[in-house]
T-cell receptor
Framework: SAVISQKPSRDICQRGTSLTIQCQVD?????MFWYRQQPGQSLTLIAT?????????ESGFVIDKFPISRPNLTFSTLTVSNMSPEDSSIYLC???????????FGSGTRLTVV | GESVGLHLPTLSVQEGDNSIINCAYS??????FIWYKQESGKGPQFIID?????DKRQGQRVTVLLNKTVKHLSLQIAATQPGDSAVYFC?????????????FGQGTILTVHP
């Protein structure tokens, strides 16, 4: 299965600032996704990162708050904009590859907003 | 919206016992189910999956059972070890245009006592 490198692994940010999280995959994958995991909770899908076009966002998530880029089949970024303490979560990148089973996750970015 | 839920948020077992973690899902269109293990500070790790055309699948020390009639999924871990202590999530996918998009259950914390 694909190997995902996610950066940074953790960060502490001031409210009102933005953080860009990177997701690098060691092989070309058809689909990439971004999830949020709030403290002590389960994972919620933010959006599907589409190569060469705008991301597709799930209900409750908007592009202005979570802009996503996917310039090629191995890389994507998620930006958390104008952060507030409520944005403190783990953000995870996931990939789906029809040549392998399951969906692989990165190790996550633990974000704390102060 | 559709959701996946778990009956028991915590489970404590003795080393060597068998563990059973349950999950209820509500989307009858879901045709692919995955169990993940998440250790502290890490992303979800694939354990085992099952498609809707099966009712049982076995892996190494793990078995997943699917009951589509009552929309129920379970994960059985044989001879549970301290290294199995983690949070376990079930996830479902409806396929088609939802390929790759997972809906996660709330998670069960498994604690294995030596």
């Amino acid at each position: 299965s694909a190997v995902i490198s996610q950066k940074p692994s953790r960060d502490i940010c001031q409210r009102g600032t933005s953080l860009t999280i990177q997701c690098q995959v060691d092989s070309q994958v058809t689909m990439m996704f971004w999830y949020r995991q709030q403290p002590g909770q389960s994972l919620t899908l933010i959006a599907t990162a589409n190569q060469g076009s705008e991301a597709t966002y799930e209900s409750g998530f908007v592009i202005d708050k979570f802009p996503i880029s996917r310039p090629n089949l191995t890389f994507s970024t998620l930006t958390v904009s104008n952060m507030s303490p409520e944005d403190s979560s783990i953000y995870l990148c996931s990939v789906a590859d029809r040549n392998s089973y399951g969906y692989t996750f990165g190790s996550g970015t633990r974000l704390t907003v102060v | 919206g559709e959701s996946v839920g778990l009956h028991l948020p915590t489970l404590s077992v003795q080393e060597g016992d068998n563990s059973i973690i349950n999950c209820a899902y509500s989307n009858s269109a879901s045709d692919y189910f995955i169990w993940y293990k998440q250790e502290s500070g890490k992303g979800p790790q694939f354990i085992i999956d099952i498609r809707s055309n099966m009712d049982k699948r076995q892996g190494q020390r793990v078995t997943v059972l699917l009951n589509k009639t009552v929309k129920h999924l379970s994960l059985q871990i044989a001879a549970t070890q301290p290294g199995d202590s983690a949070v376990y999530f079930c996830a479902e996918n409806a396929g088609g245009t939802s390929y790759g998009k997972l809906t996660f259950g709330q998670g069960t914390i498994l604690t294995v006592h030596p």
